[in-house]
């Protein structure tokens, strides 16, 4: 089993800045990407940005390319999210998502969630 745990939301104004936590332990064997995924109030969860365990190569939603930057510390088994230049659409609860190999196929495995509040 994995357990994410996710830190560092909060309430900040526009065009502020915060920066997400998510640590993985448990079986954290076979990682193939870790990343973010955000839910709005009344909206469907939405992909932010991921990153491959191997090789490093990162992915980001149109919506926050230039603005977020995905990073990691291999040896804590840790993802971050550096979020710049919010805005009052990006207010939602922040999701971890680790993906997993498991045999011939693959697992998502999902944090608690951590709440993002922008104000204008």
């Known amino acids: 089993q994995v357990h994410l745990v996710e830190s560092g939301g909060g309430l900040v104004q526009a065009g502020g800045s915060l920066r997400l936590s998510c640590a993985a332990s448990g079986r954290t064997d076979r990682i193939l990407a870790m990343g973010w995924f955000r839910q709005a109030p009344g909206k469907e969860r939405e992909f932010v940005a991921t990153m491959r365990w191997s090789g490093g190569s990162t992915y980001y939603a149109d919506s926050v390319k230039g603005r977020f930057t995905i990073s990691r510390d291999n040896a804590k088994n840790t993802v971050y999210l550096q979020m710049n230049s919010l805005k009052p659409e990006d207010t939602a609860v922040y999701y971890c998502?680790?993906?997993?190999?498991?045999?011939?196929?693959?697992?998502?495995?999902w944090g608690q969630g951590t709440q993002v509040t922008v104000s204008s």
């Open positions: 998502n680790l993906r997993r190999r498991i045999i011939a196929t693959t697992q998502n495995y």
